[in-house]
Protein backbone atom coordinates (compact mmCIF):
# COMPACT_ATOMS: atom_id res chain seq x y z
CA UNK A 1 0.00 0.00 0.00
CA UNK A 2 1.71 3.40 -0.61
CA UNK A 3 1.72 6.34 1.82
CA UNK A 4 -0.72 8.09 0.34
CA UNK A 5 -2.97 5.68 0.93
CA UNK A 6 -2.07 5.26 4.95
CA UNK A 7 -3.37 7.17 7.65
CA UNK A 8 -2.19 7.27 11.02
CA UNK A 9 -4.36 8.93 13.56
CA UNK A 10 -5.02 8.63 17.32
CA UNK A 11 -8.09 9.23 19.56
CA UNK A 12 -7.26 11.72 22.25
CA UNK A 13 -9.92 12.28 25.40
CA UNK A 14 -10.20 12.55 28.96
CA UNK A 15 -10.59 9.35 31.05
CA UNK A 16 -14.29 8.02 30.03
CA UNK A 17 -15.08 10.07 27.68
CA UNK A 18 -15.63 6.69 25.29
CA UNK A 19 -12.16 6.30 24.02
CA UNK A 20 -12.42 2.53 23.83
CA UNK A 21 -15.84 2.18 22.73
CA UNK A 22 -15.29 4.54 19.50
CA UNK A 23 -11.83 2.67 19.13
CA UNK A 24 -13.86 -1.08 18.86
CA UNK A 25 -17.31 0.56 17.07
CA UNK A 26 -14.50 1.55 14.38
CA UNK A 27 -12.84 -1.86 14.37
CA UNK A 28 -16.56 -3.35 14.00
CA UNK A 29 -17.55 -1.13 11.11
CA UNK A 30 -14.31 -1.70 9.06
CA UNK A 31 -14.83 -5.81 9.66
CA UNK A 32 -11.33 -5.75 11.69
CA UNK A 33 -13.18 -7.38 14.35
CA UNK A 34 -16.79 -8.60 13.85
CA UNK A 35 -19.39 -7.93 16.19
CA UNK A 36 -19.82 -10.92 18.54
CA UNK A 37 -15.69 -10.58 18.36
CA UNK A 38 -15.95 -7.13 20.03
CA UNK A 39 -16.67 -8.37 23.49
CA UNK A 40 -14.77 -11.10 23.84
CA UNK A 41 -11.49 -8.39 22.44
CA UNK A 42 -12.71 -6.10 25.16
CA UNK A 43 -11.53 -9.02 27.80
CA UNK A 44 -8.81 -10.66 25.62
CA UNK A 45 -7.00 -6.87 25.95
CA UNK A 46 -7.67 -6.47 29.29
CA UNK A 47 -5.38 -9.54 29.75
CA UNK A 48 -2.58 -7.60 28.16
CA UNK A 49 -2.77 -4.79 29.75
CA UNK A 50 -2.45 -6.68 33.11
CA UNK A 51 0.52 -7.84 31.71
CA UNK A 52 2.30 -4.98 30.42
CA UNK A 53 1.55 -3.36 34.03
CA UNK A 54 -0.43 0.02 33.89
CA UNK A 55 -0.41 1.58 30.91
CA UNK A 56 -4.00 1.72 30.72
CA UNK A 57 -4.57 1.45 26.69
CA UNK A 58 -7.38 0.43 24.32
CA UNK A 59 -5.60 -0.88 21.39
CA UNK A 60 -2.77 0.10 18.84
CA UNK A 61 -4.52 -1.47 15.55
CA UNK A 62 -4.21 -1.44 11.95
CA UNK A 63 -8.34 -1.46 9.71
CA UNK A 64 -8.63 -1.61 6.08
CA UNK A 65 -11.33 1.06 4.71
CA UNK A 66 -12.81 1.04 1.18
CA UNK A 67 -13.48 5.06 -0.03
CA UNK A 68 -14.43 6.36 -3.02
CA UNK A 69 -13.76 3.15 -4.56
CA UNK A 70 -10.12 2.85 -3.31
CA UNK A 71 -8.74 1.03 -0.05
CA UNK A 72 -7.45 2.80 2.60
CA UNK A 73 -5.04 0.95 5.30
CA UNK A 74 -5.84 3.10 8.43
CA UNK A 75 -3.45 2.80 11.61
CA UNK A 76 -5.31 3.66 15.03
CA UNK A 77 -2.54 4.52 17.14
CA UNK A 78 -3.25 4.57 21.01
CA UNK A 79 -2.33 6.66 23.51
CA UNK A 80 -2.25 5.92 27.52
CA UNK A 81 -4.85 7.27 29.45
CA UNK A 82 -2.99 8.87 32.53
CA UNK A 83 -1.09 12.27 33.50
CA UNK A 84 1.86 9.96 34.61
CA UNK A 85 2.47 8.81 31.08
CA UNK A 86 2.40 12.26 29.51
CA UNK A 87 6.01 11.64 27.50
CA UNK A 88 4.70 8.54 26.08
CA UNK A 89 1.19 10.33 24.71
CA UNK A 90 3.86 12.75 23.21
CA UNK A 91 6.08 10.00 21.52
CA UNK A 92 2.25 8.18 20.22
CA UNK A 93 1.52 11.07 19.13
CA UNK A 94 4.75 11.45 17.42
CA UNK A 95 3.75 8.60 15.12
CA UNK A 96 0.95 9.64 14.08
CA UNK A 97 -0.43 12.65 11.61
CA UNK A 98 -3.35 13.90 12.97
CA UNK A 99 -5.84 13.75 15.87
CA UNK A 100 -9.48 12.53 16.60
CA UNK A 101 -10.28 15.25 19.77
CA UNK A 102 -13.28 13.46 21.99
CA UNK A 103 -15.41 14.65 23.88
CA UNK A 104 -18.57 13.54 25.89
CA UNK A 105 -21.50 15.57 25.67
CA UNK A 106 -22.87 15.90 28.76
CA UNK A 107 -19.23 16.52 30.72
CA UNK A 108 -17.49 18.97 28.41
CA UNK A 109 -13.94 19.55 28.19
CA UNK A 110 -12.14 18.53 31.09
CA UNK A 111 -8.30 18.69 32.00
CA UNK A 112 -7.08 15.76 30.01
CA UNK A 113 -8.90 16.57 27.26
CA UNK A 114 -7.12 20.33 27.64
CA UNK A 115 -4.04 18.61 28.26
CA UNK A 116 -3.68 16.06 24.99
CA UNK A 117 -5.12 19.12 22.80
CA UNK A 118 -2.28 20.94 23.16
CA UNK A 119 0.32 17.69 23.14
CA UNK A 120 -0.84 17.53 19.81
CA UNK A 121 -0.94 21.16 19.16
CA UNK A 122 2.56 21.83 19.83
CA UNK A 123 2.81 19.10 17.22
CA UNK A 124 1.09 20.85 14.70
CA UNK A 125 -1.27 18.11 14.25
CA UNK A 126 -4.67 18.69 12.40
CA UNK A 127 -7.13 17.35 14.78
CA UNK A 128 -10.79 16.66 14.37
CA UNK A 129 -13.33 17.71 17.21
CA UNK A 130 -16.07 14.41 18.08
CA UNK A 131 -19.09 15.11 20.75
CA UNK A 132 -19.67 11.70 21.56
CA UNK A 133 -22.67 10.61 24.29
CA UNK A 134 -24.78 12.45 22.96
CA UNK A 135 -27.56 10.24 23.50
CA UNK A 136 -27.81 11.23 26.98
CA UNK A 137 -30.13 13.32 27.86
CA UNK A 138 -27.38 15.15 30.08
CA UNK A 139 -26.13 15.99 26.73
CA UNK A 140 -25.36 19.86 26.51
CA UNK A 141 -24.00 19.31 22.48
CA UNK A 142 -23.78 23.25 21.98
CA UNK A 143 -22.15 24.74 24.58
CA UNK A 144 -20.13 21.69 24.45
CA UNK A 145 -19.58 22.88 20.42
CA UNK A 146 -18.80 26.26 22.15
CA UNK A 147 -16.30 24.95 24.80
CA UNK A 148 -14.10 23.54 21.82
CA UNK A 149 -14.25 26.94 19.59
CA UNK A 150 -13.59 28.89 22.37
CA UNK A 151 -10.73 27.44 24.34
CA UNK A 152 -8.77 25.75 21.38
CA UNK A 153 -10.19 27.57 18.34
CA UNK A 154 -10.87 24.66 16.49
CA UNK A 155 -13.09 24.96 13.46
CA UNK A 156 -16.47 23.32 14.34
CA UNK A 157 -18.36 23.48 11.02
CA UNK A 158 -18.95 20.22 10.33
CA UNK A 159 -18.09 18.36 13.78
CA UNK A 160 -19.16 14.87 14.15
CA UNK A 161 -21.70 14.30 16.82
CA UNK A 162 -21.92 10.51 17.31
CA UNK A 163 -23.36 8.37 20.13
CA UNK A 164 -20.11 5.14 20.10
CA UNK A 165 -22.70 3.51 22.64
CA UNK A 166 -25.37 3.65 20.40
CA UNK A 167 -23.17 3.45 16.98
CA UNK A 168 -24.80 6.54 16.20
CA UNK A 169 -22.85 8.18 12.83
CA UNK A 170 -19.62 6.72 13.32
CA UNK A 171 -19.83 5.91 9.44
CA UNK A 172 -19.13 9.66 9.76
CA UNK A 173 -15.74 9.38 11.12
CA UNK A 174 -13.32 7.34 8.61
CA UNK A 175 -13.81 9.50 5.62
CA UNK A 176 -12.83 13.00 7.96
CA UNK A 177 -9.83 10.84 8.87
CA UNK A 178 -8.90 10.35 4.93
CA UNK A 179 -9.74 14.00 3.98
CA UNK A 180 -8.95 15.92 6.62
CA UNK A 181 -5.83 13.97 7.59
CA UNK A 182 -2.55 13.55 5.39
CA UNK A 183 -0.94 11.21 4.53
CA UNK A 184 2.65 10.07 6.37
CA UNK A 185 5.47 11.37 3.70
CA UNK A 186 8.25 8.58 3.77
CA UNK A 187 10.05 7.74 1.35
CA UNK A 188 10.56 3.99 0.66
CA UNK A 189 14.14 4.29 -1.06
CA UNK A 190 15.87 5.96 1.97
CA UNK A 191 17.83 4.43 4.41
CA UNK A 192 15.60 2.96 7.08
CA UNK A 193 14.29 5.04 9.63
CA UNK A 194 12.07 3.31 12.47
CA UNK A 195 10.46 5.21 15.47
CA UNK A 196 9.56 3.08 18.65
CA UNK A 197 6.48 4.35 20.23
CA UNK A 198 5.37 1.74 22.51
CA UNK A 199 6.39 -1.85 24.09
CA UNK A 200 5.39 -4.42 26.31
CA UNK A 201 6.44 -7.29 27.67
CA UNK A 202 4.84 -10.84 26.42
CA UNK A 203 5.14 -13.88 28.31
CA UNK A 204 6.01 -16.27 25.24
CA UNK A 205 7.69 -14.17 22.63
CA UNK A 206 9.43 -11.39 24.97
CA UNK A 207 9.52 -7.73 24.06
CA UNK A 208 7.09 -6.92 21.43
CA UNK A 209 7.81 -3.46 19.66
CA UNK A 210 5.51 -1.12 17.96
CA UNK A 211 7.04 1.02 15.55
CA UNK A 212 6.39 3.86 12.47
CA UNK A 213 8.29 3.18 9.78
CA UNK A 214 9.69 6.60 8.57
CA UNK A 215 11.69 6.01 5.83
CA UNK A 216 12.60 2.99 4.21
CA UNK A 217 11.72 -0.87 5.08
CA UNK A 218 12.35 -3.31 7.50
CA UNK A 219 11.90 -6.86 6.86
CA UNK A 220 12.43 -10.25 8.87
CA UNK A 221 15.62 -11.09 9.59
CA UNK A 222 16.91 -7.40 8.89
CA UNK A 223 20.01 -6.18 11.53
CA UNK A 224 19.12 -2.92 13.20
CA UNK A 225 20.53 -0.37 15.50
CA UNK A 226 18.94 1.54 18.43
CA UNK A 227 20.27 5.20 17.74
CA UNK A 228 19.71 5.63 21.84
CA UNK A 229 21.96 2.50 23.70
CA UNK A 230 24.03 1.65 19.97
CA UNK A 231 23.00 -2.33 20.89
CA UNK A 232 22.65 -4.07 17.38
CA UNK A 233 19.25 -6.38 17.27
CA UNK A 234 17.84 -9.02 14.92
CA UNK A 235 14.25 -9.13 13.66
CA UNK A 236 12.46 -12.22 13.84
CA UNK A 237 9.34 -11.38 13.95
CA UNK A 238 7.61 -8.19 11.85
CA UNK A 239 3.89 -7.60 10.82
CA UNK A 240 0.69 -5.48 11.86
CA UNK A 241 -2.05 -5.24 14.98
CA UNK A 242 -5.34 -6.39 12.81
CA UNK A 243 -5.93 -6.89 15.83
CA UNK A 244 -3.52 -9.27 16.88
CA UNK A 245 -0.17 -9.43 15.56
CA UNK A 246 -0.83 -10.92 11.71
CA UNK A 247 3.37 -11.33 10.34
CA UNK A 248 4.01 -9.72 6.87
CA UNK A 249 7.22 -10.25 6.82
CA UNK A 250 7.95 -6.36 6.58
CA UNK A 251 7.27 -2.87 6.95
CA UNK A 252 7.50 0.12 4.25
CA UNK A 253 7.44 4.13 4.85
CA UNK A 254 4.12 5.15 6.00
CA UNK A 255 3.32 1.97 7.97
CA UNK A 256 2.98 1.43 11.69
CA UNK A 257 3.13 -2.52 13.00
CA UNK A 258 4.78 -4.59 15.67
CA UNK A 259 8.64 -5.92 15.56
CA UNK A 260 9.79 -8.45 17.32
CA UNK A 261 13.12 -7.73 17.98
CA UNK A 262 15.73 -10.01 20.26
CA UNK A 263 15.53 -7.86 23.61
CA UNK A 264 15.20 -9.60 26.49
CA UNK A 265 13.85 -7.32 28.72
CA UNK A 266 11.44 -4.32 28.28
CA UNK A 267 14.07 -1.73 29.66
CA UNK A 268 16.10 -1.65 26.32
CA UNK A 269 12.64 -0.62 24.44
CA UNK A 270 12.92 3.01 25.10
CA UNK A 271 9.57 4.70 23.85
CA UNK A 272 10.86 7.23 21.49
CA UNK A 273 14.15 5.29 20.21
CA UNK A 274 14.77 5.47 16.76
CA UNK A 275 16.27 2.59 14.60
CA UNK A 276 18.80 2.44 11.26
CA UNK A 277 19.73 -0.25 9.64
CA UNK A 278 23.12 -1.92 10.90
CA UNK A 279 26.27 -0.12 9.41
CA UNK A 280 23.63 2.75 7.94
CA UNK A 281 23.07 5.53 10.57
CA UNK A 282 20.60 7.93 9.89
CA UNK A 283 19.64 11.41 11.83
CA UNK A 284 17.29 9.87 15.22
CA UNK A 285 13.83 11.63 15.35
CA UNK A 286 13.88 14.82 17.81
CA UNK A 287 12.22 14.77 20.89
CA UNK A 288 13.48 11.55 22.67
CA UNK A 289 14.09 11.05 26.29
CA UNK A 290 14.90 8.20 28.37
CA UNK A 291 12.74 7.08 30.93
CA UNK A 292 12.73 9.81 33.88
CA UNK A 293 10.81 8.84 37.03
CA UNK A 294 9.84 11.72 38.94
CA UNK A 295 8.95 9.69 42.30
CA UNK A 296 11.12 7.38 44.47
CA UNK A 297 10.19 5.51 47.82
CA UNK A 298 11.87 3.46 49.45
CA UNK A 299 10.37 -0.55 49.56
CA UNK A 300 11.03 -2.86 52.33
CA UNK A 301 9.53 -6.21 52.68
CA UNK A 302 7.51 -6.32 56.60
CA UNK A 303 8.96 -9.43 57.08
CA UNK A 304 12.90 -9.13 56.51
CA UNK A 305 12.68 -13.31 55.99
CA UNK A 306 10.76 -12.28 52.76
CA UNK A 307 13.31 -10.40 51.23
CA UNK A 308 14.49 -13.27 48.54
CA UNK A 309 11.06 -13.69 48.03
CA UNK A 310 10.34 -9.69 47.31
CA UNK A 311 13.40 -9.29 44.96
CA UNK A 312 12.67 -12.08 42.68
CA UNK A 313 9.05 -10.11 42.60
CA UNK A 314 10.88 -6.69 42.21
CA UNK A 315 12.67 -8.09 38.91
CA UNK A 316 9.17 -9.98 37.65
CA UNK A 317 7.51 -6.38 37.77
CA UNK A 318 10.26 -4.46 36.35
CA UNK A 319 10.89 -6.68 33.38
CA UNK A 320 7.26 -5.77 32.56
CA UNK A 321 7.84 -2.01 32.83
CA UNK A 322 10.45 0.12 31.24
CA UNK A 323 9.74 3.01 33.24
CA UNK A 324 10.55 1.77 36.55
CA UNK A 325 14.14 2.48 37.66
CA UNK A 326 16.07 0.36 40.79
CA UNK A 327 18.42 0.13 43.69
CA UNK A 328 19.09 -1.54 46.06
CA UNK A 329 18.91 0.60 49.67
CA UNK A 330 19.79 -0.58 53.41
CA UNK A 331 18.12 1.33 55.85
CA UNK A 332 19.43 1.20 59.88
CA UNK A 333 15.82 1.24 60.40
CA UNK A 334 14.60 -1.25 58.19
CA UNK A 335 16.97 -3.18 56.94
CA UNK A 336 17.73 -4.42 53.56
CA UNK A 337 15.34 -3.19 51.04
CA UNK A 338 14.94 -0.93 47.37
CA UNK A 339 14.79 2.50 46.46
CA UNK A 340 12.60 2.61 43.38
CA UNK A 341 11.41 5.57 40.93
CA UNK A 342 8.59 5.79 38.99
CA UNK A 343 6.67 8.00 36.79
CA UNK A 344 4.05 9.56 39.25
CA UNK A 345 2.42 8.30 42.15
CA UNK A 346 -0.47 6.48 40.43
CA UNK A 347 2.75 4.02 38.97
CA UNK A 348 3.56 4.09 42.40
CA UNK A 349 0.35 2.43 44.04
CA UNK A 350 -0.29 0.23 40.91
CA UNK A 351 3.26 -1.03 41.86
CA UNK A 352 2.78 -1.50 45.09
CA UNK A 353 -0.99 -3.15 44.33
CA UNK A 354 0.69 -5.92 42.08
CA UNK A 355 3.12 -6.73 43.98
CA UNK A 356 0.97 -7.26 47.09
CA UNK A 357 -1.79 -9.01 44.99
CA UNK A 358 -0.05 -10.63 42.47
CA UNK A 359 2.93 -11.65 44.51
CA UNK A 360 1.62 -11.94 47.90
CA UNK A 361 4.08 -9.68 49.16
CA UNK A 362 3.24 -7.15 52.54
CA UNK A 363 5.92 -4.13 51.94
CA UNK A 364 6.57 -0.69 53.81
CA UNK A 365 6.68 1.86 51.25
CA UNK A 366 8.56 5.20 52.82
CA UNK A 367 7.31 8.72 52.21
CA UNK A 368 7.73 9.42 48.22
CA UNK A 369 10.11 12.21 47.66
CA UNK A 370 10.79 13.90 43.91
CA UNK A 371 14.33 14.53 43.00
CA UNK A 372 15.62 17.94 43.99
CA UNK A 373 18.52 19.57 42.73
CA UNK A 374 21.09 20.58 44.88
CA UNK A 375 23.54 23.27 42.98
CA UNK A 376 27.26 23.68 44.37
CA UNK A 377 29.79 26.60 44.55
CA UNK A 378 31.89 25.15 41.65
CA UNK A 379 28.66 25.40 39.39
CA UNK A 380 28.52 21.65 39.49
CA UNK A 381 24.99 19.78 40.80
CA UNK A 382 23.52 16.70 41.59
CA UNK A 383 20.06 15.12 42.44
CA UNK A 384 19.15 14.02 45.51
CA UNK A 385 16.31 11.44 45.17
CA UNK A 386 16.66 9.82 49.00
CA UNK A 387 16.78 12.11 52.10
CA UNK A 388 19.86 10.43 53.02
CA UNK A 389 21.62 11.65 50.73
CA UNK A 390 20.84 15.39 51.25
CA UNK A 391 23.70 17.76 52.75
CA UNK A 392 24.26 18.07 55.92
CA UNK A 393 24.20 21.45 57.65
CA UNK A 394 28.08 22.03 57.03
CA UNK A 395 27.83 20.91 53.45
CA UNK A 396 25.18 23.21 53.25
CA UNK A 397 26.73 26.61 54.85
CA UNK A 398 30.36 25.62 52.31
CA UNK A 399 29.56 24.19 49.56
CA UNK A 400 25.99 24.58 48.38
CA UNK A 401 24.71 27.88 47.00
CA UNK A 402 21.01 26.53 46.03
CA UNK A 403 18.36 23.84 46.39
CA UNK A 404 15.88 23.93 43.49
CA UNK A 405 12.79 21.24 42.99
CA UNK A 406 11.19 20.12 39.96
CA UNK A 407 7.65 22.06 39.71
CA UNK A 408 4.58 21.69 37.02
CA UNK A 409 2.21 23.28 34.76
CA UNK A 410 -1.04 22.35 36.40
CA UNK A 411 -4.88 22.44 34.52
CA UNK A 412 -7.73 22.67 36.58
CA UNK A 413 -10.73 22.14 35.68
CA UNK A 414 -14.09 23.10 37.55
CA UNK A 415 -17.90 24.22 38.36
CA UNK A 416 -17.30 28.03 39.05
CA UNK A 417 -18.56 27.21 42.63
CA UNK A 418 -15.75 25.36 43.55
CA UNK A 419 -13.32 28.13 42.35
CA UNK A 420 -12.88 29.45 46.06
CA UNK A 421 -12.02 26.32 47.96
CA UNK A 422 -9.91 25.02 45.00
CA UNK A 423 -7.73 28.42 45.19
CA UNK A 424 -7.35 27.96 48.88
CA UNK A 425 -6.11 24.58 48.09
CA UNK A 426 -3.70 25.44 45.26
CA UNK A 427 -2.40 28.24 47.68
CA UNK A 428 -1.73 26.15 50.43
CA UNK A 429 0.21 23.45 48.14
CA UNK A 430 2.79 26.64 47.31
CA UNK A 431 0.49 27.03 43.71
CA UNK A 432 0.62 30.50 41.78
CA UNK A 433 -2.37 30.73 39.44
CA UNK A 434 -0.87 31.71 35.89
CA UNK A 435 -4.64 32.10 34.10
CA UNK A 436 -7.81 31.52 34.40
CA UNK A 437 -10.81 31.18 31.32
CA UNK A 438 -14.21 31.00 31.65
CA UNK A 439 -15.32 27.94 29.57
CA UNK A 440 -18.69 28.42 29.98
CA UNK A 441 -21.37 30.52 32.17
CA UNK A 442 -20.56 27.12 34.51
CA UNK A 443 -16.96 26.30 34.93
CA UNK A 444 -13.57 27.56 34.19
CA UNK A 445 -10.49 26.19 33.50
CA UNK A 446 -7.72 27.76 35.72
CA UNK A 447 -3.61 27.02 35.52
CA UNK A 448 -1.41 27.06 38.37
CA UNK A 449 2.84 26.51 38.80
CA UNK A 450 2.74 24.01 41.67
CA UNK A 451 5.65 21.83 42.97
CA UNK A 452 5.65 18.71 41.98
CA UNK A 453 6.55 17.42 45.46
CA UNK A 454 3.10 18.82 46.66
CA UNK A 455 1.33 16.90 44.10
CA UNK A 456 2.56 13.72 45.01
CA UNK A 457 1.16 13.41 48.30
CA UNK A 458 -2.47 13.85 48.95
CA UNK A 459 -3.74 16.71 46.15
CA UNK A 460 -5.34 14.76 43.67
CA UNK A 461 -7.62 13.42 46.74
CA UNK A 462 -7.68 17.09 48.09
CA UNK A 463 -9.05 18.52 44.91
CA UNK A 464 -11.57 15.77 44.51
CA UNK A 465 -13.09 15.68 47.91
CA UNK A 466 -13.08 19.41 47.83
CA UNK A 467 -14.89 20.12 44.90
CA UNK A 468 -17.29 16.81 45.23
CA UNK A 469 -15.55 15.19 42.40
CA UNK A 470 -16.56 17.79 39.94
CA UNK A 471 -12.75 19.23 39.05
CA UNK A 472 -10.17 17.67 36.82
CA UNK A 473 -6.61 17.76 36.97
CA UNK A 474 -3.69 16.94 34.79
CA UNK A 475 -0.07 18.77 34.26
CA UNK A 476 2.88 18.83 32.40
CA UNK A 477 6.85 19.16 33.63
CA UNK A 478 8.29 22.86 34.19
CA UNK A 479 11.53 22.00 35.31
CA UNK A 480 13.19 23.28 38.25
CA UNK A 481 12.83 26.26 40.10
CA UNK A 482 14.80 27.62 42.99
CA UNK A 483 13.38 26.65 46.66
CA UNK A 484 13.74 26.75 50.31
CA UNK A 485 13.83 23.30 50.82
CA UNK A 486 15.33 21.54 54.30
CA UNK A 487 15.52 17.96 55.81
CA UNK A 488 13.35 16.73 58.78
CA UNK A 489 14.44 14.14 60.79
CA UNK A 490 12.86 11.99 62.96
CA UNK A 491 14.41 11.27 66.26
CA UNK A 492 13.44 8.69 68.82
CA UNK A 493 15.12 9.12 72.02
CA UNK A 494 17.63 11.30 69.98
CA UNK A 495 18.15 9.05 67.26
CA UNK A 496 17.78 9.58 63.61
CA UNK A 497 15.39 6.91 62.53
CA UNK A 498 16.89 6.77 58.70
CA UNK A 499 13.63 5.34 57.05
CA UNK A 500 11.62 8.56 58.63
CA UNK A 501 13.34 11.27 57.40
CA UNK A 502 11.77 13.91 54.89
CA UNK A 503 12.82 16.68 52.48
CA UNK A 504 10.56 19.58 52.69
CA UNK A 505 9.71 23.24 52.06
CA UNK A 506 10.51 25.71 55.25
CA UNK A 507 7.22 26.47 55.20
CA UNK A 508 5.80 23.48 55.96
CA UNK A 509 7.96 22.26 59.05
CA UNK A 510 6.16 23.64 61.92
CA UNK A 511 2.96 21.30 60.69
CA UNK A 512 4.44 18.30 59.13
CA UNK A 513 7.01 18.04 62.22
CA UNK A 514 3.96 18.51 64.72
CA UNK A 515 2.06 16.46 62.72
CA UNK A 516 4.77 13.63 61.94
CA UNK A 517 5.83 13.61 65.74
CA UNK A 518 1.89 12.86 67.19
CA UNK A 519 1.43 9.90 64.60
CA UNK A 520 4.74 8.25 65.29
CA UNK A 521 4.21 8.36 68.91
CA UNK A 522 0.52 7.05 68.35
CA UNK A 523 2.42 3.49 66.84
CA UNK A 524 4.95 2.98 69.56
CA UNK A 525 4.07 1.13 71.32
CA UNK A 526 5.08 1.84 75.39
CA UNK A 527 8.60 0.91 76.28
CA UNK A 528 10.05 0.02 79.87
CA UNK A 529 11.95 3.63 79.44
CA UNK A 530 9.89 6.74 78.45
CA UNK A 531 10.57 7.67 74.64
CA UNK A 532 10.94 10.97 73.35
CA UNK A 533 9.50 11.22 70.02
CA UNK A 534 11.02 14.48 67.92
CA UNK A 535 11.05 16.15 64.88
CA UNK A 536 14.44 18.39 64.11
CA UNK A 537 15.94 20.28 61.53
CA UNK A 538 19.75 19.58 61.43
CA UNK A 539 19.91 20.59 65.65
CA UNK A 540 16.74 22.14 65.67
CA UNK A 541 13.81 20.56 67.56
CA UNK A 542 10.62 21.04 65.95
CA UNK A 543 7.87 18.80 67.88
CA UNK A 544 8.39 16.51 71.19
CA UNK A 545 6.01 13.74 72.21
CA UNK A 546 7.23 11.73 74.98
CA UNK A 547 5.51 7.75 75.72
CA UNK A 548 5.30 6.97 79.36
CA UNK A 549 7.41 3.84 80.56
CA UNK A 550 5.60 0.77 81.16
CA UNK A 551 6.45 -2.39 82.58
CA UNK A 552 4.86 -5.15 80.30
CA UNK A 553 4.55 -7.87 82.80
CA UNK A 554 2.47 -10.98 80.56
CA UNK A 555 2.58 -13.70 83.17
CA UNK A 556 0.61 -11.52 85.74
CA UNK A 557 -2.76 -12.32 84.06
CA UNK A 558 -1.84 -15.91 84.80
CA UNK A 559 -2.45 -16.29 88.42
CA UNK A 560 0.39 -18.82 88.58
CA UNK A 561 -1.38 -22.09 87.81
CA UNK A 562 -1.40 -22.98 84.81
CA UNK A 563 2.15 -23.47 83.88
CA UNK A 564 1.45 -24.36 79.86
CA UNK A 565 -0.40 -20.99 79.40
CA UNK A 566 2.86 -19.15 80.94
CA UNK A 567 4.64 -20.75 79.03
CA UNK A 568 3.08 -20.12 75.49
CA UNK A 569 2.82 -16.60 76.65
CA UNK A 570 6.52 -16.40 77.00
CA UNK A 571 7.03 -18.17 74.37
CA UNK A 572 4.75 -15.64 72.47
CA UNK A 573 6.73 -12.99 73.73
CA UNK A 574 9.81 -13.97 72.37
CA UNK A 575 8.37 -14.81 69.10
CA UNK A 576 7.11 -11.32 69.21
CA UNK A 577 11.02 -9.56 70.42
CA UNK A 578 12.01 -11.14 66.89
CA UNK A 579 10.55 -9.02 64.73
CA UNK A 580 11.52 -5.96 66.92
CA UNK A 581 14.05 -3.71 65.45
CA UNK A 582 16.27 -1.56 68.32
CA UNK A 583 16.34 2.04 67.99
CA UNK A 584 19.09 3.04 70.09
CA UNK A 585 17.22 1.59 73.43
CA UNK A 586 14.04 1.47 72.07
CA UNK A 587 12.49 -1.81 70.57
CA UNK A 588 10.34 -1.15 67.32
CA UNK A 589 8.23 -3.34 65.79
CA UNK A 590 8.13 -2.96 62.05
CA UNK A 591 4.57 -2.91 62.14
CA UNK A 592 5.17 0.19 63.68
CA UNK A 593 6.58 1.62 60.70
CA UNK A 594 4.11 0.16 58.43
CA UNK A 595 1.44 1.90 60.49
CA UNK A 596 3.28 5.27 60.34
CA UNK A 597 3.70 5.13 56.98
CA UNK A 598 0.57 4.25 55.90
CA UNK A 599 -1.69 6.67 57.55
CA UNK A 600 0.88 9.23 56.30
P1 LIG B 1 -10.73 4.89 29.80
O1 LIG B 1 -10.45 3.53 29.20
O2 LIG B 1 -10.97 4.85 31.27
O3 LIG B 1 -9.79 5.94 29.33
O4 LIG B 1 -12.15 5.33 29.24
P2 LIG B 1 -12.55 5.48 27.75
O5 LIG B 1 -12.41 6.89 27.35
O6 LIG B 1 -11.93 4.44 26.90
O7 LIG B 1 -14.09 5.23 27.89
P3 LIG B 1 -14.92 3.91 27.61
O8 LIG B 1 -15.01 3.64 26.16
O9 LIG B 1 -14.48 2.83 28.50
O10 LIG B 1 -16.35 4.46 28.06
C1 LIG B 1 -16.59 4.93 29.35
C2 LIG B 1 -18.05 4.72 29.69
O11 LIG B 1 -18.88 5.52 28.84
C3 LIG B 1 -18.50 3.29 29.48
O12 LIG B 1 -19.39 2.96 30.52
C4 LIG B 1 -19.23 3.33 28.14
O13 LIG B 1 -20.23 2.36 28.04
C5 LIG B 1 -19.83 4.72 28.18
N1 LIG B 1 -20.06 5.25 26.83
C6 LIG B 1 -19.16 5.29 25.80
N2 LIG B 1 -19.75 5.87 24.71
C7 LIG B 1 -21.00 6.19 25.06
C8 LIG B 1 -22.09 6.82 24.39
O14 LIG B 1 -22.04 7.19 23.23
N3 LIG B 1 -23.23 7.01 25.11
C9 LIG B 1 -23.36 6.61 26.40
N4 LIG B 1 -24.51 6.83 27.00
N5 LIG B 1 -22.36 6.03 27.06
C10 LIG B 1 -21.19 5.81 26.41
Known sequence: IPAQDIRNFSIIAHVDHGKSTLADKLLELTGTISLHQSHQQVLDKLNVERERGITIKAQTCSMFYKYK???????????PGHVDFNYEVSRSLAACQGSI?????????QAQTAANFWLAFNQDLPILPVINKIDLESANTKSVISQIENSFGLDTTDICLISAKLGINIDKILPKVIEKIPHPNGDINKPLKAFLFDSWYDTYVGVVCL?????????????IVSAYSELKYEVSDIG???????????????????????????????????FYHYKCPVEPLPGFEPAKPMVFAGIFPVDANEFNKLDESIKKLTLNDASVSVQKETSMALGQGWRIGFLGTLHMDVFQQRLEEEYDASVIVTQPTVPYKIVYRDGKSKFVRNPSEFPDPDEMSYNVVELQEPMVMATIILPNDYMGVI????????????????????????????????????????LKSRSSGYASFDYEDMGYKASDVVKMNLLINKKPVDALAAILHRSQVQIVGRDWAKRLSEVIP?????????????????????????????????????????????????????????????????????DFLSKG
Open 526 to 594: KQLYEVAIQTAIGGKVIARETISALRKNVTAKCYGGDVTRKMKLLEKQKEGKKKMKMIGNVELPQKAFY
Open 423 to 462: MDLCGGKRGEQVDYNSLDEHRVMMRYTLPLSEIVTDFHDE
Open 211 to 223: MAIVDGKLQKGDK
Open 240 to 274: IMYPEQVPTGYLHAGQVGYAILSMKVAAEAHIGDT
Open 101 to 109: LLVDASQGI
Open 69 to 79: GKEYLLNLIDT
